[in-house]
Structures are given as C-alpha cells and as structure tokens.
C-alpha cells in the first residue's frame, strides 16, 4: 500500500516563479525552427580572430587541458590588470582582485550571491539585460527598476539619447540597498552612459554605502565619438566597485564563457569562493588565449568599431524603410525600435509574424521591461552579422508592411 504523506512537498524553489526562460534564447531557437535570419541572439556569425583562435589551439595542443588555479590563469589575470590600467587607468593587483569566471555572466551571478543578503535591495536601469533581475532574485536580492526613457519622436531618428530621471534615481537609493547594476554600453539601448550620469551614480552611491556592478562588456564597441568610462576610474569609486567584462563581444568568441569580474581584495575573494562552489574554474586553454586575446594592438579594436558602425549603417536603414522607428545606438551591437506602425497588439505577436512570416527573428521589447506593457511596442534587433546576413534581412523586411491603424 502506498502511504501518501500528509504533508506534501513544495519540489520547486519560489525563486524560479518570478522569472522565465530566456525570451532571448527562445528566439534563436524560433529562428532555426523557421529558417528565420537570425537579428535576435547577439552573437557574430563571422570567424573570430585568427590569432586567438591559433593561441587556444597551440594551448591544447600544449596539453593546457587540466584545471587551471580556480580563480583564473595567472596569464590571463595579468592581463586583465595590465589592460584595465591602459584602458582605463585604474591600477589592478592581479593576485587579489581579479577573479576569472565562466564568462561575464556567471561573474555577474557570482557577484550578487556574494555581495546580496535576503531583504537586500539592487537598483537596475530598464530596459535591462534579461538576466539581470533573475540574478538578482537568485541571490536572495529585490531588484528596483529605475526608467531609461527613449528620445521623443519630436527628436527624429537620428537624435536624442536615452535618458533617466534623478529624482526617480534617488527615490530608488534606500536604507536596504546593496548594489547598482550599471551596464555601459547599454545593451539594449545602445545608451553610453556620460561622465556626468556617472558621477551622479558615484555621488549616490557614496551617500547611501552603495557597490556599483558595472557591465562592460561591450567597451570597446562605440560609436560617433561616444567614450567609455569605468565607473571604478571615478574619485570614491575604486574600493566599491566591481567591474565585469569578458572576451565575449570583444573577440567574438560568445561560446567560450571567458570573464572576470575586477574588485578589491575583500569582494574579490567572497567571489571567488563562490566561483568556486559554482564552476570550479572556466576553461584552461580558453583562458590562455584570452590572455592572448588582450594582448591584441590597439588597431584592432579601432577596426572593430569600425566594423560594428559599419553594421549598424547598414542595418537601420533598411529597417526605417520597412516602417520601424529605430532609436540609434552610441554603443554595443544591438538597435531598439518602436513598431507602433505595424498596428499589432504587442512586440509579442509582431516578433511571432516577423519570425514566421517575414523570416527575421527579434527580441520582444517586453524580455527588457519588469512590467511587459512597458516595452510592448518595441523590439531589439542584433546588427553582429556578416554584410551577407544583413543584406538577406533588408531583402526580406520588403515584405513588412506597415499597418494602417485605425482609432
């Protein structure tokens, strides 16, 4: 006879039942299912570096296939340290405050679970990258949206930056905050935020005892004169910082999972331990060509700008041809857009049609939003792509029509 308990298991943990899988993810999956051109996942479809390519090669090779130090390879570290100091001037001991993770996010989840206690409160810019809230939320923490507005219509399709309210910013500093996330270049705005919306961040964040998790993952991809600056470089910021990056967007190697998060000795070594417990360590001969990968003159990152400029030049026109209002990005790889002329009830059911239909996958703008309405009539388009893949999207946006809608 089978006994039934008469107090039966909750199996499920309540974290996971505040967020989805990735909408993002799902897209690409969409994409294949339908032959779709792939504009959601942002991930090139052109080779990587040879030279990179050649050093992890050479390190396999040179049986470099065992653990490396947990933390990260002593190579790759020095790196790290030696380029944030070249870049961005700001001075890293590579023994005590780089820790190297399974790419920039699982350094972005190592980060909160370290730093977040239950009842802790992280402040995020919205539209946010979608792992950001479910980061938070793993670690014990509540995330508290703070609105980055797109430039009005009146601003025309070539101006205008996203933008944030300070009074709504302050609001969201409270008693329990532990952390602001900040992610520069923004995906997915294309927002590079200005040394004075930095500093105003810095200023916040020193009056309420507040860390700054800053994304820099797409540091080197900017546009029309946009700078980047490394929150960590600003006065006060230095020992409140942690900086996440990784080879990722930089090298085009999406699939290598190679980041680190920089941060000083303390916070560096509660990350590391749960680095440890997490992954053990990222992959060994990855990381050594990482360190190759760094070592990279500073040409090729001008070409690599140009490169990305040149994809975005050649993308949103298209785009504004089929009806898309596009909001021009300073940075990053991506172009958010507002599809109201389409006349369809959400981004949900348009992303559904341009995918099925029209045979281009996209991001629901809604995946970015805490409140789905709010990003309902937009989608993100990835620009990462081969001149040949842009060009096959522009031919099938010809058959998008732009809806007459009626009131």
């Known amino acids: 006879m089978t006994r039934v308990s008469p107090h039966p298991k909750h199996f499920l ?81 590579p023994e005590k405050e780089v820790v190297v993770c399974c790419g920039s996010t699982e350094a972005i989840v190592a980060t909160l679970l370290a730093v977040c206690n239950q009842g802790d409160e992280v402040i995020i810019f919205e539209p946010f990258y979608e792992n950001y809230g479910p980061d938070s939320i793993i670690s014990g923490a509540k995330p508290r949206f703070v609105s980055l507005r797109p430039p009005p219509a009146s601003q025309g399709v070539r101006g205008g930056e996203w933008t944030f309210d300070e009074l709504e910013l302050r609001q969201a ?39 700054a998790i800053t994304d820099e993952i797409y540091e080197h991809i900017l546009y029309d004169g946009a700078r980047h600056i490394s929150i960590a470089a600003l006065d006060g910021m230095r020992d409140r910082t942690i900086t996440i990056n990784g080879l990722s967007k930089s090298y085009a190697v999406t699939g290598w999972r190679v980041g680190w998060a920089v941060a000083p000795p303390t916070i560096t070594n509660a990350i590391r331990k749960v680095h440890d417990f997490l992954t053990v360590g990222a992959p060994a001969p990855l990381q050594e060509a990482g360190a190759a990968a760094l070592s990279l003159p500073p040409s090729y990152y001008d070409e690599l700008a140009k490169r990305y400029r040149n994809c975005r030049d050649r993308l949103i026109p298209s785009l504004e041809k089929a009806g898309f209002r596009c909001y021009r990005p300073q940075g990053a790889y991506y172009v958010m857009t507002d599809i109201s002329a389409f006349g369809f009830a959400n981004d949900v059911e348009f992303a559904a049609h341009l995918v099925k239909e029209i045979g281009i996958a996209c991001v629901p703008g809604s995946s970015f939003y805490k409140h789905p309405k709010d990003g309902s009539q937009q989608v993100r388009f990835a620009f990462c792509k081969k001149p040949e893949t842009l060009d096959e999207a522009a031919r099938r946006l010809e058959k998008l029509r732009p809806r007459i809608v009626r009131g």
Not at 14 to 24: G, L, N, Y
């Open 13 to 93: 943990s309540d974290k996971v039942e505040h967020f989805t899988e990735s909408v993002i993810r799902d897209m690409t999956r969409q994409a294949m299912q339908h032959g779709a051109v792939n504009l959601a996942q942002g991930f090139p479809d052109f080779p990587a570096p040879a030279e990179i390519k050649r050093a992890a090669e050479e390190a396999i090779a040179a049986d470099v296939n065992q653990y490396a130090i947990t933390w990260g390879a002593k190579n790759l570290r020095a790196a790290v340290a030696r380029q944030m100091k070249q870049w961005q001037g700001i001075d890293v001991d």
């Open 173 to 211: 500093f409270q008693p329990q905050t532990k952390a602001i996330v900040v992610n520069t270049p923004n995906n997915p705005t294309g927002k590079v935020f200005s040394r004075k919306e930095l500093e105003l961040i810095r200023d916040l964040c020193v009056e309420y005892n507040v860390l």
